[in-house]
């Protein structure tokens, strides 16, 4: 990958630049923060002219290296008011990688109120007016981008909450089927939006097969690689069967799954929303228990879940939504909860977010407990429109908290929690409260050795030993956001060493490089290390790393346990 | 002594959700297992109340044991 491409919003140019030096090294997550850390003033307005969008695919992106299908997009974000990368499948980051795209700037904004599309092509990027899609669903402007061009273009879209600017907005990827796959957390879909662009469609023409230094070498890898992500009983078997909505019985055992706006860690129809309900559904009904959402996959933990009819009515239909809706909001039917979640996609906003915030607004009384009709009819009606009413749901958790005077509010640095209660996982409250990203659950798995037994174990309901766990998989995290590579594979990851062994191969096979574990490592510290500073000069200081003092006045049932977590043994998360 | 025993995800396969029996005093989480014929090295986690433990666990009246196979998920 050898050219960058920026787009210039405000004058509606475009150049096509050389990699610089600095940069020739970096991919996904580690590029976007690079650039965003360098190029976008920290204390600029989200939504201003001096943000950026920056897209670019992972280092093996664009080869034949399994599950390396991840996109990820880079900004300061509108929710967090600090650095974001967010990480997305679909086709789009192998055919940009392909065509020798290292990364997509996108930056300025339009004076007037003119929307566009834009394409990129192995040339340039062409920037259109568009009014056709303006208004409208995620799911009808990819149809209307097929249509245009063909069904090989990659696309990236906004819904109408994009258009509408809220922080719970999210940017869509078009998948294999032409459904929806999503840069989900931080309010990225609202930069898009400020920016004007609706759409960004990638013509395919012209790719061609990456250079790699040492073909071989790499396929031998890449052999090696696939066999251990077919070996483990996460990658080779669990996800493909259950997905990820496995973990709601998971979780819910282990007495940490937030219900009703985290005021219990244990749901009483956990079993209507699980993900073994899930699968039954599934196959009954002739869906699709496996499903993957890039070229490449091996490990496919996506789904088609249908309706009674057998008519689609979402894919990736993941624990995090599942969690948040069923247990969080309280709807226990998951046919209701598969129609938000395509609804979700459809309009353009976080499924964790989203939800979370619906369960602060249940509190505050602005509709019943569970009521999914009339959260769909919100969603529908108020968000998209943007009524008055709509634009407070819009701004998120904290936003309707705020506005309505709810203390229980779920948030660091303004970003809702997902789907783990940090009291009982204590390893998870410490990525919340020191992630750059915000409450982020995949910033620093800790599930992964707090409660599934992989990489170790870690006893969930003791201080001892999280932040260090929390800390080595926060730096392993943003190494491998970097590949391009699904962060599924760090189940394979930890539990078997010559797995980091065959990514470390595929990557010097490509490059030409020695890298070493070693090299690896400072990479993530290194990305972990440039987030915090702009993050810090953003305005977000020590103090913003900490969890709601809900947690810690009030015991969560079972376990009856409070977040107590001394402060400065949190603070010690940043010696390195 | 009384437990109950709860089987998740592909340990439900020809077995069953959730059971009420009856075990002798000192039996262990292993005893279950063997019962089940369901390996050691098939097991990804075991919960005790809600609780990790091992699978030489001794269990007590009225205990909860939870199991589940290696699976995963973000």
């Not at chain 1, 395919?204 to 070498?217: C, F, I, Q, R, S």
């Not at chain 1, 969890?547 to 009856?560: D, K, R, V």
């Not at chain 2, 009856?22 to 050691?40: F, H, R």
Request: with cysteine; hydrophobic share 40%.
């Amino acid at each position: 990958m050898h050219k960058i491409y920026r787009v210039n919003m405000t004058d509606l140019t475009v150049k096509v630049e050389p990699v610089p030096q600095a940069w020739a090294g970096l991919g996904g997550r580690a590029l976007t923060s690079t650039i965003v850390a360098s190029e976008v003033p920290p204390t600029c307005h989200p939504l201003g002219p001096n943000n950026k969008l920056v897209f670019a695919p992972g280092l093996l992106s664009g080869t034949s290296a399994a599950n390396a299908g991840r996109f990820s997009c880079g900004s300061k974000s509108p929710l967090t008011g600090g650095i974001k990368e967010s990480s997305a499948g679909g086709t789009a980051s192998r055919i940009v990688a392909r065509l020798g795209i290292k990364a997509i700037i996108i930056e300025g904004k339009p004076a007037g109120d003119t929307w566009y599309g834009l394409v990129v092509t192995k040339d340039g990027v062409t920037i259109r007016p568009e009014t056709e899609t303006i208004g409208k669903g995620n799911f009808a402007v990819v149809q209307s981008v097929n249509q245009r061009f063909t069904d090989d273009f990659g696309v990236i879209s906004i819904g109408p909450a994009g258009e509408n600017l809220m922080a719970i907005a999210n940017i869509s990827v078009k998948d294999p089927d032409s459904r929806l796959r999503s840069f989900g957390r931080g309010g990225l879909g609202a930069v898009m939006g400020a920016k004007k662009v609706k759409f960004i469609a990638v013509d395919p023409e012209g790719v061609t097969n990456l250079k790699l230094a040492d073909p071989d070498k790499f396929k031998a890898a890449n052999v090696a690689f696939v066999q251990m992500l077919n070996a483990h009983p996460v990658t080779g078997q669990g996800l493909k069967k259950f997905g990820t909505a496995v973990l709601i019985n998971v979780i819910n055992e282990a007495g940490g799954l937030p219900t009703r706006n985290f005021t219990a860690g244990q749901c009483a129809h956990h079993d209507a929303i699980s993900g073994e309900t899930m699968y039954d559904t599934i196959v009954a009904r002739r869906g699709q228990p496996s499903h993957k959402c890039s070229l490449a996959c091996q490990v496919q933990c996506s789904q088609v879940f249908p309706d009674k009819d057998g008519n689609y009515v979402t894919s990736g239909f993941e624990y995090e939504t599942i969690w948040a809706l069923g247990a969080d909001a309280m709807i226990d039917d998951l046919d209701v909860i598969a129609a938000l979640d395509s609804a979700m996609d459809d309009i353009g906003v976080d499924s964790i977010e989203t939800p979370v915030m619906f369960a602060v607004a249940m509190e505050a009384g602005v509709l019943p407990w569970g009521d999914g009709r009339r959260m769909l009819q919100l969603l529908r009606e108020d968000v998209t429109k943007g009524t008055p009413l709509g634009r407070i749901l819009g701004g998120g958790t904290a936003h309707v908290g705020r506005s309505f005077g709810v203390t229980r509010v779920p948030v660091v640095k303004n970003q809702a929690i997902p789907a783990y209660d940090p009291r009982p996982i204590k390893g998870i409250g410490v990525t919340y409260a020191t992630s750059t990203m915000g409450a982020d659950h995949t910033a620093g798995y800790a599930i992964a050795t707090n409660i599934l037994n992989v990489g170790g174990k870690v006893d969930p309901l003791k201080n001892d030993g999280q932040v260090e766990l929390s800390r080595n998989l926060q730096i392993a995290t943003a190494a491998i956001d970097s590949t391009g590579l699904c962060l599924f594979i760090a189940f394979p990851a930890l539990d078997m060493p010559n797995c980091l062994t065959a990514v470390i191969d595929m990557l010097n096979a490509r490059y030409g490089t020695s890298l070493t574990a070693d090299d690896v490592v400072a990479l993530g510290k290194q990305v972990l290390k440039v987030e915090h500073e702009f993050n810090l000069a953003a305005g977000l200081g020590p103090e913003t790393d900490r969890l709601p003092e809900f947690f810690e006045l009030e015991p969560i049932a079972p376990h009856n346990v409070k977040w107590d977590m001394d402060r400065k043994e949190l603070a010690t998360f940043w010696n390195f | 002594m009384l437990i109950t025993v709860k089987l998740f995800a592909t340990f439900r396969q020809g077995r069953f959700k959730e059971d009420r029996r009856d075990i002798p005093a000192g039996a262990t989480v292993a005893d279950v297992l063997a019962s089940l014929a369901i390996t050691p090295p098939e097991v990804g986690m075991v919960f005790v109340r809600g609780r990790h433990a091992e699978i030489d666990r001794p269990l007590a009246d009225g205990d909860v044991v939870s199991l589940f196979p290696l699976v995963g998920g973000g």
